[in-house]
């Protein structure tokens, strides 16, 4: 399967932003879809991952109650709604898949073998 995000952009703190991340290649019925973020000289960090089946849904604690993901499954996209962003969401974003059947939530990038190539989200305070 192959993945493109996009969505993002330069936004003021306290904005909204939501970001895209469409498959193509293959039904997306069967896979663990995460969005991870690389901040500016940091390593990838886990954001928030679903199965697009339904399930397994899960958020790290900084963007808890900020962040909804989502799916359409008709448009093989899964979102990543984005609210009262912070100058610390500033990163580029990336969209990840593992094929399974598995709800199980894996927050480390070795586990994804599909990779989307990235949109930057910057947010100015």
């Known amino acids: 399967v192959q993945l493109q995000a996009s969505g993002g952009g330069l936004v003021q703190a306290g904005d909204s932003l939501r970001l895209s991340c469409v498959a193509s290649?293959?039904?997306?019925?069967?896979?663990?879809v995460a969005w991870f973020r690389q901040p500016p000289g940091k390593e990838r960090e886990f954001v928030s991952g679903?199965?697009?089946?339904?399930?397994?849904?899960y958020y790290v604690q900084s963007v808890k109650g900020r962040f909804t993901i989502s799916r359409d499954n008709a448009t093989n996209t899964v979102y990543l709604q984005m609210t009262s962003l912070k100058p610390d969401d500033t990163a580029v974003y990336y969209c990840?898949?593992?094929?399974?059947?598995?709800?199980?939530?894996?927050?480390?990038?070795?586990?994804?073998?599909?990779w989307g190539q990235g949109t930057q989200v910057t947010v100015s305070s």
């Open positions: 679903m199965h697009t089946g339904g399930g397994g849904i």
């Open positions: 290649g293959r039904t997306f019925l069967r896979y663990y």
């Open positions: 990840a898949a593992r094929l399974t059947a598995s709800t199980l939530v894996l927050t480390t990038r070795r586990n994804y073998a599909y």
